[in-house]
């Protein structure tokens, strides 16, 4: 939702081992929207934050952000950032992606942001991505095992739910 939080009931998004949220409305605004991305890093059903900068070469420029704040809350928050390697996104690109690197996101994960079966032949377009920002491969979730993701983001709801309560 425009004000950052889920758009799925708690009860249906905690019966997924794995929450990718992006935004989808509001995607042409021009004001900063660094508290909009906060509040969607602290929802602790997602994992993932999917297609960062919501940009579509020649249709929208994406969302503005002070990205420093809003990539340091994932690595605080131990969130994944999605490098969308969908050739007309190319989300975050490699500028960005070095930037969250540097702000000590840890996990990242390669998305092909695909609607058919041709678009996954996109996915080499994000593992440059992060060969050019110095994301090392152990640290993109398309690289662990099936064991590893489910571990970490059951781990990951668990400590945000201890936060919750605390």
Do not use: C
């Not at 939702?1 to 605004?29: C, I, N, W």
């Not at 678009?119 to 440059?128: C, R």
Request: aromatic share 8%.
């Amino acid at each position: 939702f425009p004000d950052g939080t889920m758009d799925m009931d708690d009860e249906s998004l905690s019966t997924l081992d794995l929450v990718l949220g992006a935004f989808h409305s509001k995607l042409r605004s021009t004001v900063d929207e660094t508290e909009r991305y906060l509040a969607a890093l602290r929802q602790p059903r997602l994992h993932v934050l999917a297609h960062p900068k919501a940009r579509m070469y020649g249709r929208r420029v994406g969302l503005v952000a002070d990205w420093r704040r809003v990539f340091a809350e994932a690595a605080r928050l131990g969130k994944a950032i999605e490098l969308d390697a969908t050739v007309w996104r190319q989300d975050l690109n490699v500028a960005l992606a070095t930037l969250a690197r540097e702000e000590g996101v840890r996990w990242f994960s390669i998305g092909s942001d695909a609607h058919n079966e041709l678009e996954l032949e996109f996915l080499p377009f994000g593992m440059a991505t992060a060969a050019r920002a110095g994301i090392e491969r152990d640290r993109i979730l398309n690289y662990r095992s099936i064991d590893f993701v489910r571990t970490w983001a059951r781990e990951l709801a668990e400590e945000e739910r201890i936060g919750l309560d605390s």
